[in-house]
């Protein structure tokens, strides 16, 4: 199945089970997930005058999002605004905050991208984007065997240049052994980074008057964690961990400034600083017309529109409205924070739907944006929500 913007190439491979394996050893061990398949074999081409339209369009929106993420800063009506806990508040105001485009050096645009190759931004994952061994490893491995390009060749060298800066002297995340899909992309990005440290829980992580130790209590003072910042409001040594952060005991990567971008928040922040033509040249403001979507703090459409959470993650918490605005589909899946954070409200984009060996989906676009640099597509096939049930299929670009 082809449409104007996407191509679906090849077929599953007869031997499943042996491709699996392959991925396995080569770091991704989660291709087939609770018994069902996650990864599609097959691959998405995107046509290269569309790849470079989006590839344009995420450098100018990075832009857009480090200048609002800066003019949010040290303002506390704003922190509220756009859903950022209390609890990170001092961190913000008083941990310097990185140089220009480097606030995260590891992030993942969400695009929708149609059928015809219109191109709307969805959201920015600017804390723990996930995807990262998907994107960087199976993505050139799948497009070589079909002799498709792949513009994903150049994350390891952005990552390899991010810690060659930060130099963390660990790195974390929730169910690190356990949890197959973030312990297996810390162990990637440690691997690819070259500096040969090690990874822990953050369960087995603990405050120590202002100091992080580790599970041996070895002291922690540079830590890349897979963790969401915002969790810090809600977990049990989360005001420990921001007052190590704030007195400068222990530099956290991403940044803490990391959860002004992640908030869905900032979006209707941009938004209404473009509407009221504040803030942003007539370039900019041209880039946010054509790629971004009308986000506001209220439901205030009369078309179809979309309610989500600030701080949802994999589709949690999200709502799509019919025209009338009546409640179309919400998603089961993954975990709602709607009662725990304010929620957005942004009109809804067209995505393409491609036809899989498996049926037919909707497709998201993702664009990975590491160390500053826009490189890296990830597909996910799913349905109209693309949650924690959606597939991962490769994609390159001719």
Known sequence: ?????????????????????????????WADMDGEPYWTDQLVVMTKEVYTELERASERLWRIFDKAARFALGKRDLYAMIGIPEVLWNSLDTVPIPPEGRISRYARFDFAVSDGGDIKLLELNADTPTGYVEASVVTPWQCEQYGIPSPNIGMKRLVREAWEEERPDRAACVGYGGHLEDSGTIDMLVQHSGLGIGCEDCLDLWVDHGILRGKEGREIRRLFALYPKEWMAVDEGGDALAYSIETGRLQL????????????GLQALIW???????????????????????????AVFDGSFVSKSMFG??????????????????????????????LVYQKR?????????????????????????CCGLLGRAGGLITGNSSHFVAMGVK
């Open 1 to 29: 199945m082809s449409s104007g913007a996407f191509q679906v190439i090849g077929t599953p491979h007869p031997d499943r089970k042996q491709r699996v394996e392959e991925l396995r050893k080569l770091g991704f061990g």
């Open 253 to 264: 990567f991403n940044s803490p400034h990391a959860i002004i971008l992640q908030s869905k």
């Open 272 to 298: 209404g600083l473009y509407e009221l033509q504040l803030v942003f040249t007539a370039e900019e403001r041209e880039t946010i017309r054509s790629y971004m979507l009308p986000t506001y703090n209220k």
């Open 313 to 342: 993650r994999e589709g949690g918490s999200v709502s799509l409205f019919d025209a009338g605005g009546r409640l179309e589909e919400k998603d089961e899946h993954g975990y709602d924070t709607s009662g725990m954070f304010p």
């Open 349 to 373: 984009a067209e995505l393409a739907k491609v036809r899989l060996a498996n049926g037919e989906f909707h497709l998201l676009t993702g664009m990975f944006v590491l160390n500053g640099g």
